[in-house]
């Protein structure tokens, strides 16, 4: 699973008045709404916490999200199953159980708003975000009552929406059948996927990846890199890239890189390849702090990905001890790897190939700061200086300095190294170098 944008929509398809909706959502793509500073892990509890102070109500051991902040009643049917998204979204960002017992109340709220049998929903895109939000929340919950109206919704959405016309594809109404839309393809392929990983049946990875393949077939230009909203029965290809479009089919990837490790496959697909076609984009932001930008890697597929990977600066600039983890494992399949420009006395680390990470480096000659307890001699360096590495030789008192030096095993990857002084040594050096 890829970090977290935060976007608040509306949907004007149902009246009532415009609901809310918050996504905490899974997207590679950190384009940050405050370009002169970070989203940080920590905003989460914050966003969340605010979020629901607004909208998020109980009765008994039911749990909603208001339609606005002055109304008694609750969000719309796929409006609220995205909602339990960005909770659950909430607990994989902070591992806060208190997050467990609020999920369990909005899948019971939304159960009783909505049934456990949503066959009288004819948006299949719908019942596909509430599918999502019941195996994830199951999962998470470790409630398997959840796991299972999952499951079976989806086999209603696919039994009446899945046929060979225009090659495969779920179609996004039933039963009007006019248009199989990406909207209902990305989230079917999730949630096909999803079901998979809680049941172990290959059937529901069968149909993940024809889903998906159909999708990338139809709907996909790997020119540009878009999504097309749909096809409808008539051939026609409607070819307004959306946002949600883009980022479910994204989503997925991540899922068949997964499933595809589960099921003994390669897992040759990545997240990066809507950002861009033959360029693998991906845009960071923020300064002094670690940013996670995608976990979507795993196993053999570290070593598939492919191409030109092009990184490129959103925000502040960038200073010493700034890391981006854009992976969660090395990935040392790119033939190129850009980074932006960083102002003077910085440069970039780039451990892509090594563990999935860059980091700037600052190049301004350091302090060394050296401290002695007991017997055990710590030095240690500013921390954005970490990645310059100490060297040392051990000569005679005769002899002095030479130029023997030899590196200190793993001190590149921190900024403090301690040892034992040994009585025996005549004379001992130490110097920090970069690179």
Same mark, same amino acid.
């Given at each position: 699973m890829i970090p977290r944008n935060v976007h608040?929509?509306?949907?004007?398809r149902f009246g009532g008045g415009l609901g809310v909706v918050l996504f905490i959502s899974t997207f590679l793509l950190l384009a940050s709404a405050r370009?002169?500073?970070?989203?940080? #892990?920590?905003?989460?509890?914050t966003i969340v916490s605010g979020y629901t102070n607004a909208f998020y109500f109980t009765s008994g051991t039911n749990g909603y999200f208001r339609n606005t902040q002055t109304s008694g009643s609750s969000t719309y049917f796929w409006q609220m199953a995205n909602e339990i998204e960005s909770v659950i979204d909430a607990y994989e960002w902070t591992t806060n159980t208190a997050y467990l017992g609020m999920i369990t109340n909005?899948?019971?709220? &939304? /159960?009783? !708003?909505?049934? #456990?049998?949503?066959?009288?929903? @004819?948006y299949n895109d719908d019942d596909l975000w509430a599918v999502m939000a019941f195996a994830r929340g199951g999962a998470v919950t470790g409630k398997?009552?959840?796991c299972n109206i999952a499951k079976s919704n989806f086999d209603m959405v696919y039994a009446r929406g899945w046929d060979t016309n225009l090659g495969g594809g779920i179609y996004w109404l039933y039963p009007n059948n006019a248009s199989k839309n990406a909207c209902v393809n990305g989230p079917g392929a999730i949630a096909a996927s999803l079901l998979y990983q809680i049941y172990s049946d290959t059937n529901y990875w069968n149909k993940a990846t024809n889903i998906y393949y159909w999708e990338r077939a139809v709907l996909y230009n790997s020119g540009t890199g878009r999504i097309y909203d749909n096809i409808n029965t008539n051939g026609n290809v409607d070819q307004t890239p959306t946002t949600y479009n883009q980022g479910t089919f994204n989503g997925y990837l991540s899922s068949l890189t997964l499933g595809q490790l589960a099921n003994g496959g390669s897992g040759t697909e990545t997240g990066l390849l809507i950002l861009g076609g033959g360029t693998n984009h991906l845009d960071v932001s923020g300064s002094g702090t670690v940013v996670t930008i995608g976990?979507?890697?795993? @196993?053999?597929?570290?070593g598939q990905v492919v191409g030109t990977l092009t990184v490129s600066n959103l925000g502040m600039a960038l200073?010493?001890? !700034?890391? &981006?983890?854009?992976?969660?494992?090395?990935?040392?399949?790119?033939?190129?790897?850009?980074?932006?420009?960083? /102002?003077?006395g910085n440069v970039w680390q780039n451990n892509v190939a090594v563990d999935g990470s860059i980091r700037v480096v600052s190049t301004n000659a350091p302090s060394l700061a050296i401290g002695m307890v007991a017997n055990q001699l710590t030095l240690s360096w500013p921390s954005d200086h970490t990645g310059w590495q100490v060297q040392m030789q051990t000569n005679n008192l005769a002899t002095g300095l030479g130029t023997n030096w030899l590196d200190v095993a793993s001190t590149a990857a921190t900024n403090q190294m301690?040892?034992?002084?040994?009585?025996?040594?005549?004379?001992?050096? &130490?110097?920090?170098?970069y690179p």
């Amino acid at each position: 699973m890829i970090p977290r944008n935060v976007h608040v929509c509306t949907s004007p398809r149902f009246g009532g008045g415009l609901g809310v909706v918050l996504f905490i959502s899974t997207f590679l793509l950190l384009a940050s709404a405050r370009p002169a500073s970070a989203y940080l #892990a920590g905003d989460t509890a914050t966003i969340v916490s605010g979020y629901t102070n607004a909208f998020y109500f109980t009765s008994g051991t039911n749990g909603y999200f208001r339609n606005t902040q002055t109304s008694g009643s609750s969000t719309y049917f796929w409006q609220m199953a995205n909602e339990i998204e960005s909770v659950i979204d909430a607990y994989e960002w902070t591992t806060n159980t208190a997050y467990l017992g609020m999920i369990t109340n909005l899948l019971n709220g &939304f /159960i009783k !708003d909505n049934g #456990a049998n949503w066959s009288n929903n @004819g948006y299949n895109d719908d019942d596909l975000w509430a599918v999502m939000a019941f195996a994830r929340g199951g999962a998470v919950t470790g409630k398997t009552n959840y796991c299972n109206i999952a499951k079976s919704n989806f086999d209603m959405v696919y039994a009446r929406g899945w046929d060979t016309n225009l090659g495969g594809g779920i179609y996004w109404l039933y039963p009007n059948n006019a248009s199989k839309n990406a909207c209902v393809n990305g989230p079917g392929a999730i949630a096909a996927s999803l079901l998979y990983q809680i049941y172990s049946d290959t059937n529901y990875w069968n149909k993940a990846t024809n889903i998906y393949y159909w999708e990338r077939a139809v709907l996909y230009n790997s020119g540009t890199g878009r999504i097309y909203d749909n096809i409808n029965t008539n051939g026609n290809v409607d070819q307004t890239p959306t946002t949600y479009n883009q980022g479910t089919f994204n989503g997925y990837l991540s899922s068949l890189t997964l499933g595809q490790l589960a099921n003994g496959g390669s897992g040759t697909e990545t997240g990066l390849l809507i950002l861009g076609g033959g360029t693998n984009h991906l845009d960071v932001s923020g300064s002094g702090t670690v940013v996670t930008i995608g976990k979507f890697l795993s @196993g053999s597929a570290a070593g598939q990905v492919v191409g030109t990977l092009t990184v490129s600066n959103l925000g502040m600039a960038l200073q010493g001890g !700034d890391v &981006f983890q854009l992976f969660n494992q090395a990935a040392g399949g790119f033939s190129t790897v850009n980074l932006p420009a960083l /102002i003077a006395g910085n440069v970039w680390q780039n451990n892509v190939a090594v563990d999935g990470s860059i980091r700037v480096v600052s190049t301004n000659a350091p302090s060394l700061a050296i401290g002695m307890v007991a017997n055990q001699l710590t030095l240690s360096w500013p921390s954005d200086h970490t990645g310059w590495q100490v060297q040392m030789q051990t000569n005679n008192l005769a002899t002095g300095l030479g130029t023997n030096w030899l590196d200190v095993a793993s001190t590149a990857a921190t900024n403090q190294m301690t040892m034992p002084v040994s009585t025996g040594n005549g004379s001992v050096f &130490f110097r920090l170098v970069y690179p």
